[in-house]
């Protein structure tokens, strides 16, 4: 479904991504494993366009997205759900504004309607719609906000959800729950998912297909059982690695 080929990317002096090829499937869950600071995020970044390639090729079900123009990435911009690393609400609006916006923005609805997937959304996500939606929040814990970027993400209905270390900073429950939630999406909508995630144990649990990004190009795929049992040392070094503290690499 997204196609990266021959991705690189630099930031001044330093390049992060250095031929950086991907195939995500549809209807999957895939997972990308790689150290702090080793271009995760600027990877997904380039699914929405937030981020343009120096060069390589990105496609979208066969649409190129590394040269899109604005009318274009619009268009990808419904179909593509982002899960900020920091959830990212607006502080200034209530959680009904936060998850309204996004509908507002690419859809028109009648009031009624419009309410009705507030409603639904706040709801898939675990929260009662009428407690939360008058909140700001300044007023949610941690979890609760992760819960609400969630709902604001899944308002526009995409057909891929991008989640940048989702659980990270959670507690063990809400974590366990967004793991959950990207399973039932896929298993209930046939989601195609994109996880980034430093714990292993959830995107374990959570993963069809797995790719392990390191020094820039992508070192390994697999499904669950070939990665576990991968011979490439980075891959093992970082499963294992990560279970008994941070690792280094360099
Ligand atoms: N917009 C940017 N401008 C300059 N440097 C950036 C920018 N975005 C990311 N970087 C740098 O690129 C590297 C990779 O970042 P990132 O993709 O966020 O890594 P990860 O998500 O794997 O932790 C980091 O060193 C980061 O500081
Ligand atoms: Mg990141």
Known sequence: ???????????????ILKGVDLEIER?????IFGVSGGGKSTIIKH???????DSGKIT??????DNADEVT???????VGFLFQNGALFDSMNIRENVAFPILEHQKLTPKELEYKIDEKITMVGLDPKVVKP???????????????LARTLALEPEVILYDEPTSGLDPVTSDFITQMICRLRDEIKMTSVLISHDIGESFKAGDYYAMLFDGVIVETGDKASFQSSSNDVVQQFIHAR???PIAFH
């Open 27 to 31: 209807g999957k869950t895939t997972v």
């Open 73 to 79: 990435l619009r268009a990808i911009r419904t179909k």
């Open 60 to 65: 979208l079900d066969g649409t190129r997205i």
């Open 135 to 149: 909140l700001y929040p300044e007023e949610l814990s941690g979890g609760m906000r992760k819960r609400v970027g």
């Open 243 to 245: 279970a008994n503290g």
């Open 1 to 15: 479904m997204i196609h990266f080929e021959n991705v690189t990317k630099s930031f001044g002096e330093r390049q």
């Open 47 to 53: 699914v929405v366009g937030l981020l343009k390639p």
